[in-house]
């Protein structure tokens, strides 16, 4: 089956921890992207990647960071400069151009 | 700035009565508009696009939207509510011009009533 995937589906994390979210897509998109969503703010945009080797900040990159060595792959690390980072991330890809963007099924993230 | 609204946080409507969620939309040039949907702890789920073409879409599980470039609306319509239609709606714009970037509208949460 084409999809995403993220993982894992819940994730907690102490004070001070680094943690990475995974989101894997099979679909042969060029275009990545990292969301957060917190109850009645909608989804904003976290990083982007229109391709390999390359991603640009979103609309809220603090506390944040993205790699995006494969076409695959793009994990999000929520470094412990995130002071807010109890969230729903989504990871999203689309081909690019006109076309619509295809979703993971999330990662909710708790601090402790 | 662009930016897209979704002036209504919930829409409350009969089952078998038509629904509406609207949005409205301010970016620079003619953008392509979509709507999504969202169950409870999943993510969203694709409705339907308008890029051009006719005003009127049609797209997934009955849904269709209506693009008004005057008024710069792109509102998602049913003429007959499920309560299986209960969720979270999100519309979204990208730009032509520019960036591969999506912007979202905050979200109106369909409540479908028995």
């Known amino acids: 089956d084409g999809g995403i995937t993220q993982s894992p589906k819940y994730l907690f994390r102490k004070e001070g921890q680094n943690v990475t979210l995974s989101c894997e897509q099979n679909l042969n998109h060029d275009a990545m992207y990292w969301y957060r969503q917190d109850p009645g703010q909608g989804l904003r945009l976290i990083y982007y990647s229109q391709i390999v080797n390359d991603f640009q900040k979103g609309d809220i990159a603090e506390g944040y960071s993205v790699s995006r060595e494969k076409k695959e792959s793009f994990p999000l690390t929520v470094t412990s400069a995130q002071k807010n980072p109890t969230a729903f991330y989504l990871c999203?890809?689309?081909?690019?151009?006109?076309?619509?963007?295809?979703f993971g099924p999330g990662t909710r993230l708790t601090v402790l | 700035a662009q930016s897209v609204a979704q002036p209504e946080d919930q829409v409350n409507v009969a089952e078998g009565n038509p629904l509406t969620v609207k949005c409205t939309y301010s970016v620079s040039g003619n953008p392509y508009l979509f709507w999504y949907v969202q169950y409870p702890n999943r993510g969203l789920q694709f409705l339907l696009k308008?890029?051009?073409?006719?005003?009127l879409v049609k797209g997934s599980y009955g849904f269709e939207a209506e693009f008004n470039k005057s008024q710069t609306s792109f509102h998602l319509k049913k003429p007959s509510a499920l309560v299986s239609d209960s969720a979270l709606y999100f519309c979204a714009v990208r730009p032509t011009s520019g960036t591969y970037k999506y912007i979202f509208g905050t979200g109106t949460r369909l409540k479908v009533l028995a």
């Open positions: 308008y890029i051009t073409g006719d005003n």
């Open positions: 999203a890809s689309s081909t690019g151009s006109y076309n619509e963007q295809f």
